[in-house]
């Protein structure tokens, strides 16, 4: 390990430690045991970049993972997961951008001690894959690190259909939504994994990267009353991603922005609002729904349940 990333690492080690001074004391496998349900975390970016990455772990112990990041978010992430017992049960992955299984992709070229179990997601045609370039590089470079696993060893799910559902402990989880080859506008992102979970105190349901296409598509479906929530992950890091009138056709409380300042402040450089990123039409809209409840990445860690 160079000293660089030693130091980082040293580091790391103790800012979970202020964090989770119960996991990394061996008692347990973190504080997810006890209430029945989960808990859930939004991790903040360590480089203030867009990103999405979530924890949640069971009233069992197990955990779960929404995305994780860029790949500058590795090593805190992996700091995350280890300090809660270094074996996640499911991850899931929306889409193949780099800034959602960039983290996931280095993860699996050197996992050390972590063991993922299973690992869900949607996978592209080549034909979707190579409607992005150059991020079609990204995505065949993770679909070729899911490729190289033992399967006896972790467990790849290819999610073709919506309607999966699992429990994992107090934990449930429903798949709303899929790739959508059809989609060639916006298309990566219009073909996020919508994924719902919920417990009996609480609900989140989780965009991804979802576009306007995406997301009417699920409003329109069969699963449209499983939008419905107390916290929603605001797709596309709050901008650009559902329309208004999706937001505004469900029910929510609380939003969850996986969103960066300069996202956040529509921010160019040269001030707020100088950049040309919709997050204040979002934001609008929330405030006119009448929403008052925000976690926001990078405002730092936020933890519920």
């Known amino acids: 390990m160079k000293r660089r990333d030693f130091l980082r690492v040293t580091l790391l080690g103790g800012a979970v430690a202020t964090v989770f001074p119960a996991a990394l004391s061996g008692k347990g496998r973190g504080t997810g045991k ?14 203030d970049t867009i990103g999405n990455s979530y924890v949640l772990q069971t009233d ?24 809660l017992g270094n074996e996640v049960e499911a991850w899931f ?17 050197k996992p050390g001690d972590l063991k993922i179990r299973k690992i869900y997601h949607s996978r592209f045609s080549d034909s ?5 370039h150059p991020y079609d590089s990204y995505a065949r470079e993770f679909y070729a690190e899911l490729d190289r696993l033992d399967p006896a060893a972790t467990e790849v799910v290819d999610l073709r259909e919506p309607g999966l559902a699992l429990k994992i402990d107090g934990l449930n989880l429903k798949v709303l939504g ?5 989609f060639r506008t916006n298309p990566y ?16 349901v989780f965009l991804g990267d979802a576009g306007v296409e995406c997301g009417d598509k699920v409003l329109a479906g069969p ?24 937001y505004k056709s469900i029910r929510f409380r609380a939003c969850l922005w996986p969103t960066p300042t300069w996202v956040w402040n529509n921010d160019n450089g040269t001030g707020i609002n100088t950049h040309n990123l919709k997050t204040f039409d979002t934001r609008r809209w929330m405030d006119e729904i009448g929403i008052t409840e925000h976690h926001i990445s990078w405002q730092g860690l936020t933890r519920i349940g």
């Open 60 to 83: 069992g112990g197990r955990l779960v993972v929404m995305d994780g990041g860029m790949k500058d978010e590795t090593l805190f992430l992996k700091g995350f997961l280890a300090a």
């Open 178 to 182: 899929v790739t959508n080859e059809e």
């Open 189 to 204: 992102n219009n073909s996020s994994t919508i994924i719902r979970a919920w417990d009996r105190d609480k609900s989140v």
């Open 128 to 132: 979707l894959l190579s409607a992005e």
């Open 223 to 246: 699963y449209r009353d499983d939008l419905n929530c107390d916290y929603l992950q605001m797709a596309h890091h709050g901008q650009q991603g559902c329309s208004e009138e999706f």
């Open 93 to 109: 992955v929306s889409h193949p951008h780099n800034d959602h299984m960039g983290a996931l992709t280095e993860i699996l070229k």
């Open 34 to 47: 006890g209430k029945p349900g989960f808990t859930l975390w939004q991790l903040p970016s360590q480089v």
